[in-house]
């Protein structure tokens, strides 16, 4: 019995949850389009999270949101809306996992801000777009698709805030981060032209909950 007791206690502090599911809110703005202005707009999003380790994180994502930009009062009086659902797999690398923040205060700080990539698809549904004032008075119009599917390379910096149980086990977490989105496409504003593919980013801030699957990390997690 003094065997187990020990063992158990020996664990505080390094066990921690495989699994968390999680929500989260941001602003958009789309960048590298064919517009000449441009607008912040919301998204929202879901999300499960393998943890591999506290610092190794494979995360699934959901996201709708809107993208928007132009404006009447420009050369070419282009405007768009975008009203598009994503689909999203990152890998997040954290700073814990790659450095000893067990003999410093600030390494321990920085032990959370972490780097994610990954692949994912998002559908974009143009549900306003104006024509080019500009190829309108040549009697010439860019083409258009209201709906299309494009394959994006997601880029993420973030900090991951960890609030510890009784355990010291981290059971919920506050991301913040900032992402780009790579769209390998043109069609994220209704207009195929230029000579760049469209993007968008993002800042997000989201809440995840540890759902079980304890088990124990090689080192210490709460300092």
Known sequence: MCSVSFLAKAQIGFDYAQYDV???????????????????????????TYNQSPFLNYIVNLEVGRLKGGS???????????????????????????????????????????LSSGLGLINNNIVYRTDDALLLE????????????????????GYEFKF???????????????????IMGDNLDGYVAGAHNDAYSQITLGFKFAIGGVTSYRKQIHY
Do not use: C, M, W
Request: proline share 6%; aromatic share 14%.
């Open 138 to 157: 040549h009697d010439q119009v860019l083409p258009f698709e209201p709906k299309t599917n494009e394959i994006f390379i997601p880029v993420r910096l």
């Open 22 to 48: 999680g929500f989260a809110a941001g602003i958009n703005q789309a960048s590298s389009v064919d517009v000449q202005t441009l607008k912040t707009t919301p998204s929202i999003n879901l999300n499960f």
């Open 72 to 114: 009447p009062n420009t050369a070419t009086q282009r405007q768009f809306e975008n009203h598009f659902s994503a689909y999203s797999f990152k890998v997040q690398v954290q700073a814990g996992e790659l450095i000893d923040y067990s003999k410093s205060a600030i390494a321990n700080a920085f032990k959370n801000l972490y």
């Open 164 to 182: 510890f149980n009784s355990y010291n086990q981290p059971s919920v977490k506050i991301d913040l981060g900032y992402q780009y989105n790579f």
